[in-house]
């Protein structure tokens, strides 16, 4: 290669590598974050400790979780549920309605991202025990509230339609069946998380608290910087390729997909004994499960984090909030939760060392000492 060609070429990588440096920095200086590690109350716990401190709850154990599952917990919930739909748009959201005549607080559940309402039901089956009577749906391009049963991937253009279906789901189901001096709380993991509090910071004071368990306010994108991935997608969404899958994401292929085989590096949960259990679930429930997501939709995802975390609007929300961070989280990045606990004026902030992103779905111990504290801060609102 000739000498001339060589220098023009390295001239080229060296404004490409310095441009790319340059929109780095102004993507931190427009979007900063909380980086120091915060005051958070750690939920580490032992064998004594959980056995000292859980509640008397029927709870269901791993060395038999299928059976248990099965023959206690399904018919349990079966002989509880009230199925209904509720129509948003083009959506019609399937939820489930458990209902308590002695309820002392009503919880609506918000799932994360391509999760379904039926992966909750052990935690379901825990609050019940307690007096918590509960609202689940699947949010829209979900579980069963899909356009068609074929749609497997998860598009979207517009994240604030799932907060616009949570709003419906509080206001025409939830509120209904709330007694006198009955509070309601909100329950959310991940993009549920996000979802949540956008909700609450849009519509102060509708809810009496809410539950951030290890909220999508950081995606992690691995080995590329944020800032890159979301020019990256911004791109590619202008470009019209919207409905291209994200790159570590795919299309639902029965042959791969039908089959647990998730290493224990690999798995977003502790447990894979309960996670294996609900990926079953998720197959008889649904005949195309939902497996990745579109451009489209990490876009919408990117743009709503960027505008819950800032300052003036988590500093608005005055409900008591419970922040419950993973220490091992595969999923989302610690900064997102340090800065809305850094920010929220009525916040609890909880660290699990040992949990990954899924802590509903964690080890016994630490399962039990987890649903002691979702029940205790129910209790407090």
Known sequence: MPKKTVKTLSKIASLGLASAGLYHTYYQRKYPLIVDEPDEHILKVTKDEAMSNELALDWVMEANYTIEMNEKVVPYLSKRVQKGELKRGDYTLAYDAYVLDDAVATVTIVHGFNEYKEKFQEIIYYL?????????????????????PQQTQIDSQNFNEYVLDLKAVIDQVARPILLKGQKLIIFSHSMGGAVTTSYIEQYANEV????????????????????????????MTKLGYGRHYIPT??????????????????????SQIREEYFHKVNLTNHTLPTQGGSLNWLKTAFDTTHEILKPDRLNQVNI??????????????????????????????????????????????????????????????
Not at 129 to 148: E, F, N, P
């Open 128 to 148: 019940l025990q307690s007096k918590i009577q509960v609202i689940i749906y699947d949010q829209r391009g979900h579980g069963a509230s899909k356009l068609t």
């Open 208 to 235: 009496d608290g809410a539950i951030l368990n290890t909220p999508m306010f950081m995606i992690d994108t691995g080995r590329y910087p944020q800032s890159f991935t979301y020019l990256y997608t911004k791109l």
């Open 249 to 270: 994401t795919e299309a639902f292929e029965p042959s791969r997909h039908t089959v647990y085989n998730e290493t224990p590096e690999e798995a977003i949960s502790n």
């Open 320 to 381: 008591p909030v419970l922040l419950i961070r993973a220490g091992e989280d595969n999923v989302v990045q610690k900064e997102g939760i340090f800065t809305a606990g850094y920010y929220l004026p009525n916040v609890e902030r909880v660290l699990i060392p040992e949990s990954k992103h899924q802590t509903y779905l964690d080890h016994d111990n630490a399962l039990k000492s987890y649903v002691n504290k979702l029940i205790g801060f129910i209790y407090s609102v």
